[in-house]
């Protein structure tokens, strides 16, 4: 989902300075994880580096955080004029560079975290397999 908006050096330039958190993740839409299967991909996904299960306006995501290899040094497109249209269509006025992990409804970073909120929602704990 969501990238960023890079826009030509001006004084308007409102990505002028930034350090360009939106060119840094990849995130996908998931399940709530409400049904098994949907629980146990969740689960699966924050056990990995760097990984992690967010929710934003209600809706759930797996989130990776990677950086684009068409950033380049000074925290620029190297490609945009030609860049996918996710990277557009991402809104400049409601960005990373003000909102950060406080614009998501929940962050979570591990597998911990993750079994406590299905506890306290669901009422569900992982059993001990062999
Ligand atoms: S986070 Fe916002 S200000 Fe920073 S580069 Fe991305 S769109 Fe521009
Ligand atoms: S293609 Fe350009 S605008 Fe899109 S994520 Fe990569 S650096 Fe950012």
Redesign the pocket.
Known sequence: MG??T?KRKSKADPCLGCD?PC?RYIMIEIDEPEEPEDRDAARWYVTHKSVSVRVLDGTWYVHFSTP?L??DGDNR?K??EV??KI?RKHPVDACERSEREECYDMVFSSLEQLDKYLYEEYDWKPRKRK
């Open positions: 990238k960023k890079k360009a060119c684009c068409k950033l497109c490609v945009y860049r996918p990277c």
